[in-house]
C-alpha cells in the first residue's frame, strides 16, 4: 500500500486523551473520598439555586427580539392596552334583568378599581387596561323607570344581537354542555409582565370575583379563565408534568438495569451521576436568575434517557474486568475502552443538540443549550462520580460479579 501503514492508528489527540484518563483514573483509585467529598459539594452548591427558580409566563419571550411577533406584540401593548385577555366568566338566570346586569356593572366597577400592579416606581397603577360587560353595552341606552328597565333589557340584548350578533353572542353565551347562561366579563391587561405580577393580578380578580358570585347551593361560583390566565400557568403545568415524567424515566431505567445487571445496587449506582446533572444544571439557572421556558422543563427526562446508556458500557466493561482481577485493573480497562467511546459519543450528541440553538423559538434554544450542558455533566459523572462509587462499593459488587 504504499507509505501508508495497514494497521490502525491512533487518531490525533488520541493518546493525550489515553494519558489524562489513565492519570484520572489513578487518582481516583488514591483519592475516591476527597473526590466523592469534592463532588457532593459543587453538587450541593449548585443544587441550593434552584430554591430560586422563577417561571417564563411572558409570551413574547419565546421568541428573539427581531422577530415579527415580538413587533406585533409590542404594538398591541403599547398602543391597544396590551395583548393578555381574559374573562370573568359570571352565572347568569333566564331572563336576564335589570338586578343582574347591576350586579355585574358593580363587578367590572370593582375590577377596574381594586386590580392594581406596583410600576418599577413602587407606584400602584390600574392593572386591567380594559374592562368590559354586557351592562356596559346596555349603559348608552336611555334612563328608564325601574321596572321598566326590568322588561326591556331581554328586548335592549335582542336588538344588540339582531346589530351586533357575534359581539353580544361573546358577552352572553349559554353552556352547552348543562344549558346554564353565562355573563362573560372581558378584560385586557399587559402580557409582557413578570411572573408574580400576573399571578398578584390573576389572585386579585379571582378574590373580587369569589366575594360578588360566591358558589352557592342554586348558582356556580363566577370563573377566571382566558388566554392570560392559561400562558401564567402553562410553564407551571410542564414543569410540574415534567418532573412526574422524570420520576416514571427514572422508575423504568432502575428497573430495567437492575434486571440487566442483575443487582439493585448497580442500577442505583447507574442513575447518580445521570440525574445528579441534571439537578445542577436547573439550580445553575436559579443561579444566574435564568427563568424556566418550556424548552427548559423537558430536559430531565430526554438528558437522563441519553446519559444512562454511557453508564450501561462503563459498568459493563468494569463487570467483565472486574471477573478477571482487581478493581483497580477493572476501572483502568473501563476507562480506556467504555469511557474513551463515551467521550467520543456525548461530545457527538451534544454538537447534534447545539444544532437546535439557531432557531428563532427561544423555547428550542434553551432545550439545545440546556441539553448539552447536561449530557456534558453526564460525561463528568460518568467519567468522576462513576468510577468512585464503583471503587467504594467494589467489595459489595466483586462476588457476583465473579459467578459464572
Known amino acids: 500500500m504504499g507509505r501508508f501503514d495497514q494497521d490502525p492508528q491512533m487518531a490525533w489527540g488520541e493518546a493525550a486523551l489515553q494519558r489524562g484518563l489513565d492519570g484520572l483514573v489513578r487518582r481516583i483509585i488514591r483519592h475516591p473520598l476527597p473526590i466523592l467529598a469534592a463532588s457532593a459539594a459543587v453538587t450541593i452548591a449548585c443544587m441550593t439555586g434552584m430554591r430560586w427558580l422563577t417561571v417564563e409566563t411572558d409570551f413574547t419571550k419565546n421568541f428573539s427580539d427581531s422577530s415579527p411577533t415580538v413587533a406585533s406584540y409590542e404594538m398591541v401593548e403599547s398602543r391597544l392596552g396590551g395583548a393578555g385577555v381574559w374573562d370573568v366568566l359570571v352565572p347568569a338566570t333566564e331572563p336576564i334583568d335589570a338586578d343582574q346586569l347591576d350586579a355585574v356593572a358593580h363587578l367590572a366597577e370593582r375590577l377596574r378599581r381594586e386590580v392594581t400592579v406596583s410600576g418599577p416606581d413602587g407606584i ?104 392570560f390566565v392559561l400562558l401564567s400557568q402553562l410553564v407551571d403545568r410542564l414543569l410540574s408534568d415534567q418532573w412526574l415524567t ?27 451521576p445521570n440525574g445528579l446533572p441534571i439537578f445542577v444544571v436547573l439550580g445553575l439557572l436559579g443561579w444566574a436568575g435564568e427563568p424556566i421556558n418550556m424548552g427548559t422543563a423537558m430536559i430531565a427526562a430526554v438528558s437522563m434517557g441519553l446519559s444512562v446508556d454511557s453508564s450501561i458500557h462503563y459498568i459493563a466493561a468494569f463487570r467483565r474486568r472486574l471477573a478477571e482481577g482487581s478493581h483497580e485493573a477493572a476501572l483502568e480497562t473501563a476507562h480506556q475502552t467504555a469511557g474513551r467511546a463515551m467521550i467520543f459519543s456525548t461530545l457527538a450528541l451534544a454538537i447534534g443538540f447545539l444544532a437546535l440553538t439557531t432557531s428563532g423559538f427561544m423555547p428550542t434554544v434553551s432545550f439545545g443549550w440546556l441539553s448539552c450542558l447536561t449530557l456534558l455533566g453526564g460525561l463528568v459523572g460518568n467519567l468522576v462520580v462513576l468510577p468512585v462509587l464503583l471503587t467504594l462499593l467494589a467489595p459489595w459488587i466483586q462476588e457476583p460479579c465473579a459467578t459464572p
Request: aromatic residues 6%; without cysteine; positive net charge.
Open 246 to 272: 422524570f420520576l416514571i424515566a427514572a422508575a423504568g431505567i432502575f428497573a430495567v438495569l437492575a434486571i440487566a445487571f442483575r443487582s439493585i445496587l448497580l442500577a442505583a449506582i447507574a442513575l447518580v
Open 124 to 227: 400602584e397603577a390600574p392593572a386591567l387596561t380594559k374592562v368590559m360587560s354586557v351592562a356596559d353595552v346596555l349603559s348608552a341606552a336611555p334612563l328608564l323607570p325601574r321596572r321598566l328597565q326590568a322588561l326591556t333589557v331581554n328586548a335592549m340584548l335582542r336588538q344588540e344581537n339582531d346589530q351586533q350578533p357575534a359581539f353580544v353572542r361573546s358577552l352572553v353565551g349559554r353552556d352547552p354542555r348543562d344549558d346554564t347562561s353565562w355573563l362573560r366579563v372581558m378584560l385586557r391587561a399587559r402580557e409582557r409582565q413578570p411572573a408574580e405580577s400576573k399571578r398578584a393580578i390573576i389572585g386579585q380578580v379571582r378574590r373580587i370575583a369569589d366575594e360578588e358570585y360566591p358558589a352557592t347551593d342554586g348558582r356556580r361560583a363566577a370563573e377566571v379563565t382566558g388566554f
